[in-house]
Structures are given as structure tokens and as C-alpha cells.
């Protein structure tokens, strides 16, 4: 990670540096030159912009807008809709690059910078490390940048619209299904009832109604609560909880439970196989996926390869497999037949296909799945050394590797964007984990000169 782009694209504080409006020009500026360098046999360069529903959205947009027309980019606003809108746009279009302004799960304070290819692929390291260069090259590499303002083009979310209805959901009839969607007062406000219902749902839609500051505010993936009382009190068949920039997708079942992206790809895998759907019988989970997730496919004949957390490593991992099925708990899903971004909406489809050909209830679905008790406990760090070599810690950790003899899974990584090192416990003894979490968790404190946070 270098100064701008972190784990996820660009996101801070909007108004600030690098969200600050001469700053984002200069991304627009960088990103339009990078772009052009790459694909220099692509003709016209353009980029696609769109953006959740954070107040901030606006004028970051036109900033971006002003820097990239500077390069000589033509631009192009699809106003407010979700990140995987704008990669499948992206790739439609066949624009240079598609733009994404969200901070996604964050407070509408925060927003960010998501780049996507023209394949509908996030951005390699190394164009964002090419982009970063430029940016902070001084102010004498760029040209002046002028406001000629930007108009919203409808008829591109009505074409991301089609896309998920007529393709992704041909076929499916929601007759009958009543369900309830938490839209997150985000970027799935509109397009997700939209959705639901022209397939034939009864769709009850809460928290759809964005000021430009409720955006994730106690309510979506994060905060399901109000969803999962709602489900129950509406007799519900499920309900869907979204994020802010609608790329994840938690589920509700109808006894008000709460499902995440394990028992998902749990569903899913199972279905994709009796279809013959499951390539190779494998799919692409991450380090942080249950240990009971592993032990109910492994039953059932279906590999689980586990990546670095991240969608991206996910996807990396699905391409060099040729996988077909992968994803992480948060509820980010990767079907790269059908995207290479993972899309809470295409989640939602697939999910509810599996739902109304089986007959059988969502909770009866995920009753396969048995969950392992799982600890995760976070530790401050004033500087993250490689774990292994520190000597204490990597002891500690393999004689606890011994002491579970195979029936537990001790996990410890550094958060990727924060001055924290994780530990995460798994095993059939809630009381044993959360000891021995916090244990490794003292130790790691010690060592690394900062408290536990719990």
C-alpha cells in the first residue's frame, strides 16, 4: 500500500487530504494520463463515474471529472448507483475505467476512490502505484483544471437495471415471496425494490430513504437489527441487508436469524454442485471463513481453498483455479462467470433462485452449516513486524497449534489499514477459545508496545 490507495481504493475523511478537492483533481488528472498509457491501442479515452449517496459524492465527482477532462478523457456520470454497477458499466461501455465515490460500510463523513478496468476488474498495483506517483509529482505537472459541469445519464442505471433482471435474473419468478430489503439508505436504495418486485416479490424496503447523511447509519449489513425484528413481524420469507455501496449482502431468515457470506457460499455451494454448476467442486473462501464452513463442504465432497482477506484475493484465486463460486464472510460473493466484482444484488438473485426452486425454507437451507465457535479479538500495535519473526509470539502460537491437535484454527494477521494485529480463535470450546485469544492477544500487547482493545 503506498500513501493514497490502501486495501480497498482511496478513503478518508471527504474534504480532507486526499479526499480534499486539489488532491482529487489531480487523481482525475493521473488516472486519465495512466489510463491513456495503458490501453494506448483503445482509441477515445473515457471514464464512467458513479457514487452512493453521501453528500460528499457531489463535488467530489465534479473534481474528479475536472482532472480527468484535463487529461483529455471524455466523462461520463451514472449518478447515484452501486459500486457493481459501475464495473459491469465499465466493462459495457468498454469505458477506460469506471470510478466508484464510496466509502462503503462507512459514516457518511468518510468517502472514497475505487478505480475498475475496462474489464470490470479493480485496478493492479501497479497502475495504482503509476497513479500515485503522479499525483504527487508537485503542482507543476498538471494543467489547470475548469469546471464544465456534469449531467447524470439515467439510462445507464436503467442498463445495469435490465442486466440484473432480464440476464441474471431470467428465468426467476419471486410470485408470492414476500421479503424485506435494508437498502442502508445507500446506493441500493432504488434499484434493489425496483428489482425484487419486477420479478414478482412483495418487497418491504426499510431504510430507503437517504438524506446524504444516514448512509449505513444503524441499519444495513453492519447493522441488521431492525431487519431481523422487521423480517419476523412482517412474516417474511427473508430479508436482505445491504451495505452502503450495495457490494455485500448479508441474509435474514425467516425466523429473524442472521446469515452471513459462510452460510452463503454454503447454500450456494451446494446448489452449484447439484447443478453442475461448481467447477472443479472447489470454491475460494478466505483465512477469516469458518472452520465449520470447511467441515460441511469437505462432507459433502466440495473443497474449500482459503485466500488472503480482501475480494480481490478472492478473485485472483477464482481466475487462477477456474473457480466459479467464492467470497468472505462480510458477504462479498464473486460469481466470475457472471462479474468479476462482487455484487449484492447478483448475490441476492442467486440466492433467491436456490430459495424458490427448493422448496424448503432459507433457515432449512442453512441448517447443514454448523458453525464453529469463533473469537476475534483486536490488538493495538505502535509496528507490525512479520508475526514469525517474533519469536515470544511464534512460539506461543505453535504450542497452542498443539494443544488444539486439529480441532481448532488459530489466526493472526495486521489489519490493512490500521495500526491493529488481529487474533481470531476457532474450536468446539467457546471458553478455551476466548482464554486462549486472549492470551495470545496479552502477549502480542507486550510485545508490540500497545494495549488490547476489547
Known amino acids: 500500500m503506498g500513501e493514497l490507495f490502501g486495501t480497498d481504493g482511496i478513503r478518508a475523511v471527504a474534504g480532507r487530504y486526499p479526499l480534499d478537492a486539489a488532491t482529487i ?21 473515457s471514464i464512467l463515474i458513479g457514487r452512493d449517496t453521501r453528500e460528499s459524492g457531489v463535488w467530489i465527482e465534479r473534481a474528479l471529472a475536472r482532472g480527468a477532462r484535463a ?15 459501475v464495473a459491469y458499466l465499465a466493462r459495457w461501455l468498454g ?45 507543476a505537472a498538471f494543467p489547470p483544471f475548469i469546471d464544465e459541469g456534469l449531467d447524470c445519464d439515467d439510462s445507464l442505471k436503467e442498463r445495469y437495471l435490465e442486466f440484473l433482471r432480464d440476464e441474471v435474473g431470467a428465468g426467476l419468478d419471486l410470485g408470492g415471496l414476500k421479503m424485506v430489503i435494508d437498502c442502508a439508505e445507500g ?56 451495505d452502503g455501496d450495495a457490494d455485500r ?35 475460494v473462501a478466505t483465512v477469516m471463513s469458518n472452520l465449520g ?52 444484488l447478483i448475490t441476492a438473485l442467486e440466492l433467491l433462485r436456490v430459495l424458490a426452486s427448493s422448496g424448503s425454507p432459507l433457515s432449512a437451507l442453512a441448517s447443514g452449516f454448523t458453525r464453529y ?11 507490525k513486524p512479520p508475526i514469525e519473526t517474533v519469536t515470544s509470539i511464534r512460539d506461543a502460537m505453535l504450542a497452542l497449534d498443539r494443544e488444539m491437535e486439529g480441532r481448532g484454527r488459530l489466526l493472526v494477521r495486521y489489519s490493512g489499514t490500521e495500526n491493529l494485529a488481529r487474533v481470531m480463535l476457532e474450536g468446539p470450546d467457546q471458553a478455551f477459545i476466548e482464554r486462549r485469544a486472549h492470551d495470545i492477544a496479552d502477549l502480542i500487547a507486550r510485545e508490540l508496545g500497545a494495549q488490547e482493545e476489547r
Open 25 to 45: 483533481e489531480r487523481i482525475g488528472y493521473a488516472l486519465g494520463c495512466e489510463m491513456k498509457a495503458a490501453n494506448a491501442s483503445a482509441g477515445e479515452l
Open 71 to 85: 487529461s483529455g478523457a471524455s466523462v461520463k456520470s451514472a449518478g447515484v448507483i452501486t459500486t457493481p454497477g
Open 95 to 139: 469505458a477506460s475505467a469506471g470510478v466508484v465515490i464510496s466509502a462503503s460500510h462507512n459514516p457518511y463523513t468518510d468517502n472514497g476512490i475505487k478505480v475498475f478496468s475496462p474489464s470490470g476488474r479493480k485496478l493492479n498495483d501497479a497502475l495504482e502505484s503509476a497513479i500515485e506517483r503522479r499525483v504527487t509529482a508537485g503542482a
Open 187 to 242: 446506493a441500493a436504495y432504488e434499484v434493489a425494490p425496483r428489482l425484487f418486485s419486477a420479478l414478482g416479490a412483495e418487497v418491504v424496503a426499510i431504510h430507503a430513504a437517504p438524506d446524504g447523511r444516514n448512509i449505513n447509519l444503524d441499519c444495513g449489513s453492519l447493522h441488521p437489527e431492525d431487519l431481523q425484528a422487521r423480517v419476523v413481524a412482517e412474516g417474511a420469507a427473508l430479508g436482505l441487508a445491504f
Open 249 to 283: 449482502l448479508l441474509l435474514v431468515d425467516e425466523t429473524g436469524r442472521l446469515l452471513d457470506g459462510d452460510y452463503e457460499l454454503f447454500i450456494l455451494a451446494e446448489s452449484f454442485k447439484a447443478r453442475g454448476r461448481l467447477a472443479g467442486n472447489r470454491i
Open 293 to 344: 464452513l470447511e467441515a460441511a463442504l469437505d462432507s459433502r465432497g466440495i473443497s474449500m481453498a482459503r485466500a488472503s482477506v480482501g475480494d480481490k484475493y478472492v478473485l485472483e484465486e477464482l481466475l487462477r483455479v477456474g473457480g466459479s463460486l467464492g467470497g468472505e464472510q462480510s458477504g462479498h460473493i464473486i460469481f466470475p462467470e457472471i462479474s468479476l466484482a462482487g455484487d449484492g
Open 373 to 383: 465457535p469463533q473469537v476475534l479479538v483486536n490488538v493495538r500495535v505502535a509496528r
